[in-house]
């Protein structure tokens, strides 16, 4: 299945802590230090984004997001400025196929692209495990689709 980003931001919300800018080469170009890999990366923000990565106000709600994270003003949508030249790490970033939020519109878990549960919620663990996992459904829409019934069925929201 591939990959298709939702641009909610959740993935870029905190990678303040493992990216950060070591040298600054002026005309939007930069080397970013990766405190996970230890390795870095000259990335360059994109030029139909310069306007966007001159707004640092994201840092005011989000202090730890990613130095080249931002959102459109008015809009929900979340944006990596340097999208074209981004680190090997965000290239290879695919955050989940379903997120499951609970009756109080709280993040109950995500279910990744392999089908499994990423939670810390007994309760739909459990689900999970006892009515979602025996699913054999080889086709990946007809697969989400019994998800989403059976969760649904429990009181959950589920966004694809």
């Not at 499994?116 to 996992?133: A, K, Q």
């Amino acid at each position: 299945m591939v990959f298709n980003c939702q641009q909610c931001g959740e993935c870029c919300s905190h990678l303040g802590l493992v990216h950060s800018i070591t040298e600054d080469h002026g005309n939007y170009e930069f080397v970013v230090f990766n405190r996970y890999t230890n390795e870095s990366d000259v990335v360059t923000v994109d030029a139909d984004k310069y306007a966007l990565y001159e707004d640092m106000s994201i840092f005011e709600k989000l202090p730890e997001a990613c130095p080249f994270f931002r959102h459109r003003p008015g809009s929900e949508k979340a944006f990596c400025t340097i999208h074209l030249t981004r680190p090997e790490i965000c290239r290879d970033y695919g955050c989940w196929r379903m997120l499951i939020v609970n009756r109080n519109g709280l993040r109950a878990g995500r279910i990744m692209f392999s089908r499994y549960l990423c939670s810390e919620d007994p309760l739909l663990t459990r689900i999970f495990e006892e009515c979602i996992d025996p699913i054999r459904e080889p086709d990946d829409n007809r697969w989400d689709n019994l998800v989403i019934t059976e969760l649904t069925a429990r009181g959950y929201a589920v966004r694809k």
